[in-house]
């Protein structure tokens, strides 16, 4: 690259540090190819070439979303290698919520001042989602906006671009009462609710530090702890399996994330005692004095994904799901009501 201003540079903006990050991310990038990717990054738009072998309606199913402010946290304890993995989850687990399989991810990162090693280290990150989730990472954009960020900040987002014939969409119509309610656990907070736990910190700094027997990390550290990707196990059980309706628990919890997956005249009901809800949710509520009720509508409590099956297959389900790596459990079942969620 030949292109240098040294104008540009003293408004803050270095374009040789741009190229730098590029390169320096590439090796991360491979790590994510797949067959259908075309072409390098670098390029003014991402190239995929799908392959539609068997499908009768192929449909396209998009989703994008960012970190939030997690962010915050991330700034602060200085770790920035897991958080392009929160990135990617939030999309991925949305696509996979409609049976598609996602194909190809672009992230936009934004920032005071451009590292090009710590941009490295976030893209490490969003490779790592895209390989867990088996999209490929085919193109980004990194936009360094001094005076706008602070020149440790920096926000992100992307999107991901799924597949799915459309007579294996999921979209509820199947469901009905007495269909059972699986709970796929989450890894931790994930990237929802962070503002609150922001809140709950804020006149008790020293408690990221706090290390934690049970939780066997510090608090930091099991905040920082990157959202499961749910997309491979549940490929695995759409294949033997008829799925009736999938909830990607994020901001909104149980009360708002659930019914949406409930076609009308279906209610959730929630076995409680079934729950398994990890400490890190017990010590954030013991923190704030926070109500079970807006536990439940801010946080996962410790199911980042809900599928609900057929009663009689319920027990293949599990197993399904458990050869996959999944320790998942019946949270629940379908019953008569107005689309609501009881505990």
Same mark, same amino acid.
């Given at each position: 690259?030949?292109?240098?201003?040294?104008?540009?540079?003293?408004?803050?903006?270095?374009?040789?540090?741009?190229?730098?990050?590029?390169? *320096?991310?590439?090796?991360?990038?491979?790590?994510?190819?797949?067959?259908?990717?075309?072409?390098?990054?670098?390029?003014?738009?991402?190239?995929?070439?799908?392959?539609?072998?068997? @499908?009768?309606?192929?449909?396209?199913?998009?989703?994008?979303?960012?970190?939030?402010?997690?962010?915050?946290?991330?700034?602060?304890?200085?770790?920035?290698?897991?958080?392009?993995?929160?990135?990617?989850?939030?999309?991925?687990?949305?696509?996979?919520?409609?049976?598609?399989?996602?194909?190809?991810?672009?992230?936009?990162?934004? *920032?005071?001042?451009?590292?090009?090693?710590?941009?490295?280290?976030?893209?490490?990150?969003?490779?790592?989602?895209?390989?867990?989730?088996?999209?490929?990472?085919?193109?980004?954009?990194?936009?360094?906006?001094?005076?706008?960020?602070?020149?440790?900040?920096?926000?992100?987002?992307?999107?991901?671009?799924?597949?799915?014939?459309?007579?294996?969409?999921?979209?509820?119509?199947? @469901?009905?009462?007495?269909?059972? @309610?699986?709970?796929?656990?989450?890894? &931790?907070?994930?990237?929802?609710?962070?503002?609150?736990?922001?809140?709950?910190?804020?006149?008790?700094?020293?408690?990221?530090?706090?290390?934690?027997?049970?939780?066997?990390?510090?608090?930091?550290?099991?905040?920082?702890?990157?959202?499961?990707?749910?997309?491979?196990?549940?490929?695995? *059980?759409?294949?033997?399996?008829?799925?009736?309706?999938?909830?990607?628990?994020?901001?909104?919890?149980?009360?708002?994330?659930?019914?949406?997956?409930?076609?009308?005249?279906?209610?959730?009901?929630?076995?409680?005692?079934? *729950?398994?809800?990890?400490?890190?949710?017990?010590?954030?509520?013991?923190?704030?004095?926070?109500?079970?009720?807006?536990?439940?509508?801010?946080?996962?409590? &410790?199911?980042? @994904?809900?599928?609900?099956?057929?009663?009689?297959?319920?027990?293949?389900?599990?197993?399904?799901?458990?050869?996959?790596?999944?320790?998942?459990?019946?949270?629940?079942?379908?019953?008569?009501?107005?689309?609501?969620?009881?505990?």
């Amino acid at each position: 690259m030949k292109s240098h201003s040294e104008f540009y540079k003293s408004a803050g903006v270095d374009v040789t540090a741009g190229y730098e990050g590029v390169r *320096l991310m590439k090796e991360h990038v491979k790590r994510t190819l797949t067959p259908g990717a075309v072409g390098d990054i670098g390029s003014f738009g991402g190239l995929f070439r799908p392959d539609l072998t068997g @499908m009768k309606k192929p449909i396209l199913v998009s989703g994008t979303d960012g970190v939030g402010t997690k962010l915050k946290l991330a700034f602060e304890l200085d770790k920035h290698d897991t958080i392009g993995i929160d990135c990617v989850a939030m999309c991925v687990n949305d696509v996979i919520c409609c049976g598609a399989k996602p194909l190809f991810f672009l992230d936009y990162i934004a *920032l005071g001042k451009n590292i090009p090693e710590k941009v490295a280290t976030i893209v490490s990150g969003v490779a790592e989602g895209c390989v867990q989730s088996g999209a490929a990472l085919i193109g980004g954009e990194t936009a360094e906006m001094p005076g706008f960020y602070g020149e440790g900040e920096y926000d992100m987002a992307g999107f991901a671009v799924g597949i799915v014939d459309e007579e294996k969409i999921i979209d509820n119509t199947k @469901m009905t009462e007495g269909d059972v @309610m699986i709970a796929l656990p989450s890894s &931790g907070v994930h990237s929802n609710g962070f503002s609150l736990v922001r809140k709950l910190l804020a006149d008790n700094k020293a408690a990221l530090d706090a290390y934690d027997e049970e939780m066997g990390k510090t608090l930091g550290e099991a905040l920082l702890v990157p959202t499961k990707i749910y997309v491979k196990p549940v490929l695995a *059980l759409l294949e033997e399996v008829t799925v009736k309706g999938i909830s990607h628990i994020t901001g909104g919890g149980f009360y708002e994330n659930i019914p949406r997956a409930l076609p009308d005249g279906c209610s959730a009901k929630i076995d409680t005692a079934a *729950l398994q809800i990890p400490r890190i949710f017990k010590l954030l509520q013991e923190m704030g004095n926070v109500p079970d009720r807006e536990m439940f509508n801010v946080f996962n409590m &410790g199911v980042g @994904m809900c599928i609900v099956v057929a009663a009689e297959d319920a027990e293949k389900s599990l197993q399904i799901l458990k050869e996959a790596g999944e320790d998942a459990y019946i949270m629940g079942t379908i019953v008569s009501g107005d689309k609501e969620v009881i505990l």
